[in-house]
Nanobody, 125 residues
Framework: QVQLVESGGGLVQDGGSLRLSCAAS????????MGWFRQAPVKEREFVAG????????SYGNSMKGRFTISIDYAKNAVYLQMNNLKAEDTAIYYC??????????????????WGQGTQVTVSS
């Protein structure tokens, strides 16, 4: 079993930055991929960024490229999402996810079998 705990959300002004953290524990040796997703009210869960546990491959949602960066800290078993130049449309609950079943980066929530509880990000315009 993998446990994921997110932190770092909050309220930020348009153009500001936040760094989200996801602490992983439990069966981390079984993780193939880590991802960040977000969900705004009345919208579907959206892929934000993903990284293979090796750190060799990353992927980003189209509207996040150039603004968001995903990274891994192996010493802390943590995955980070650095978000710069935030916009009002980035407002959502952000979820950390892990996949122990799919090899390779996936952009669909169905490819991830462990989820954190989510952290709220609110960008004021």
């Amino acid at each position: 079993q993998v446990q994921l705990v997110e932190s770092g959300g909050g309220l930020v002004q348009d153009g500001g930055s936040l760094r989200l953290s996801c602490a992983a524990s439990g069966g981390t040796s079984s993780i193939y991929t880590m991802g960040w997703f977000r969900q705004a009210p009345v919208k579907e869960r959206e892929f934000v960024a993903g990284i293979t546990w090796s750190g060799l491959s990353t992927s980003y949602g189209n509207s996040m490229k150039g603004r968001f960066t995903i990274s891994i800290d192996y010493a802390k078993n943590a995955v980070y999402l650095q978000m710069n130049n935030l916009k009002a449309e980035d407002t959502a609950i952000y979820y950390c996810a892990a996949s122990t079943v799919r090899v390779g980066l996936g952009r669909s929530p169905s490819g991830y079998n462990y989820w954190g509880q989510g952290t709220q990000v609110t960008v004021s315009s």
